[in-house]
């Protein structure tokens, strides 16, 4: 059974609070309003007593708000950007068991879209904020928080926007982004405290195939949707090779000594050989482990012919590739090209942003989530992991701001709900997580 191990928690009802509040603003990108979600949390600051000259809601357009929140300190370091996302994937009642935009606490979970991508994050950073704002705690600098648009999709991304438009407002030495890292659970059991270092990136690639095309009485052997889907089938047979870095190192290390068997065997072997490719191709048939060791790509879409008695003039597809910090794009396209193995299969990049560096927390950042982490849960270990998907952490890197997934909410690594039916999170660790993100911008805000 999961145990609370930390002191009573102050003003829990006001977190709670404040999670039904955001789980209950509509911020999807089709009907939702961002903007009335960070005003809401601005009109919190406000009534906390936060300067007006340091509350700023900006949208590039309408319903897309930004919520920027300076706390000055008192000294001259640098500031540190805490980081949350307001929007949420689209969710239609019909999927759900029950409305997913109205706050629903049932059998020791919170649900609704959003309590896992993540509102509950964005109420435990706003709560801490304002629970050291009642105490009269002073930083030692500047702390920035920033709730943004269209993390999970949409033409007005915040950080985006707000690195090119304003970047004054979030220039910070670095950024802890809650939208990652946190805790994993398995059967109750907390296995690790994670802390995203590094992240995949996120490309497309368009493969088109053109051909004169004629009239389907009259077939020919050359034929654009054959053409294409030839190169397709080769491409699901290819696989990039296994390639480490510090931060995968690091996590499969400790994963062999959660896992069992052929499996725990198998990561020790890669991790002694990453050419051991029959250990590799076991692995590998988890899309999970699959995913940590190497760049993939796997199309998504397809689309062809222009008549249902016309002979396809053209056939194409978008591949979506998850690029790992160690490659590049120009490196994947080459490897993508030789895959497909035709010429005649034109590949062009369609979207995405640059492979992002990796940001290893070292020194005082990582001895204070160590600390907090012993101290609220002890002999959970702290690992960094490489995330597989993505967050807004990307492209501040690219901005040159070192970012940290932090979250202090753990998660049953077998019941993750984001995106999905019946979101929820459980209640117990959204209570933790306030207790650690309180107890996180204290002791940063003190250095």
């Known amino acids: 059974m999961l145990v609370l191990c930390m002191p009573a928690m102050a003003q829990p009802n006001l977190g709670r609070e404040i999670f039904k509040q955001l789980i209950e603003i509509n911020t999807t990108d089709s009907v939702g309003d961002n903007t009335q979600a960070a005003q809401a949390m601005a009109a919190r600051f406000k009534a906390a007593g936060f300067p007006d000259i340091d509350i700023s809601v900006l949208a590039p357009v309408a319903k897309k708000g930004n919520l920027i929140v300076r706390w000055r300190g008192t000294g001259n370091a640098r500031p540190i950007l805490f980081l949350g996302h307001l929007d949420v994937v689209e969710a239609l009642r019909s999927d759900w068991s029950f409305a997913p935009f109205e706050f629903r606490e049932q059998d020791g979970y919170f649900y609704g879209r959003g309590t896992q991508d993540m509102k509950a994050d964005d109420a435990t950073l706003v709560t801490a904020f304002l629970r050291l704002k009642k105490e009269g705690f002073r930083p030692a600098r500047d702390l920035i ?9 949409g033409n007005s991304n915040g950080v985006i926007w707000l690195l090119k438009e304003h970047r004054a407002l979030i220039d910070a030495e670095y950024c802890i982004n809650l939208d990652a890292g946190g805790g994993a659970l398995r059967k109750d059991q907390r296995l690790y405290m994670s802390v995203q270092a590094a992240e995949k990136t996120s490309v ?17 052997a050359e034929n654009a949707i054959y053409r294409l889907s ?5 491409l699901s047979h290819f696989q990039f090779p296994v390639s480490l870095n510090d931060v995968t190192r690091s996590y499969l290390e400790r994963m062999s000594a959660l896992e069992q068997g052929q499996t725990s065997e198998d990561l020790k072997s890669i991790l002694s050989n990453p050419n051991d490719d029959a250990a590799a191709a076991r692995l590998s048939a988890s ?5 940590q060791l190497r760049t993939t790509c796997v199309a998504t879409q397809l689309a062809a012919g222009h008549a249902q008695n016309a002979l396809p003039q053209t056939a194409t597809a978008n591949v979506n590739c998850r690029i790992l910090p160690t490659d590049s794009i120009a490196g994947v396209e080459a490897k993508l ?3 497909l193995a035709d010429p005649l299969i034109k590949v062009s990049p369609a979207g995405g942003a640059g492979v992002s560096p990796i940001s290893v927390p070292e020194g005082q950042l990582l001895t204070v989530l160590k600390r907090l982490t012993e101290r609220l849960w002890p002999a959970t270990p702290v690992v960094t992991v490489m995330e597989t998907g993505a967050s807004d952490g990307k492209f501040l890197r690219l901005g ?3 970012t940290y997934g932090v979250s202090g909410i753990f998660n049953d690594l077998d019941d993750i709900r984001a995106h999905g039916r019946d979101e929820r999170v459980l209640a117990k660790s959204f209570y933790e997580g306030m207790e650690f993100q309180y107890q996180l911008v204290s002791e940063l805000g003190r250095q």
Not at 204 to 220: R, Y
């Open 145 to 153: 928080l920033a709730l943004t648009s269209d993390e999970e999709g």
């Open 204 to 220: 497309h690639f368009k493969l088109e195939v053109t051909n004169p095309g004629g009239h389907s009485s009259l077939p020919t």
């Open 230 to 234: 030839g190169g397709l089938q080769r």
């Open 287 to 291: 899309p999970f482990f699959n995913a």
């Open 337 to 339: 090209k030789a895959a």
């Open 400 to 402: 040159g701001i070192p």
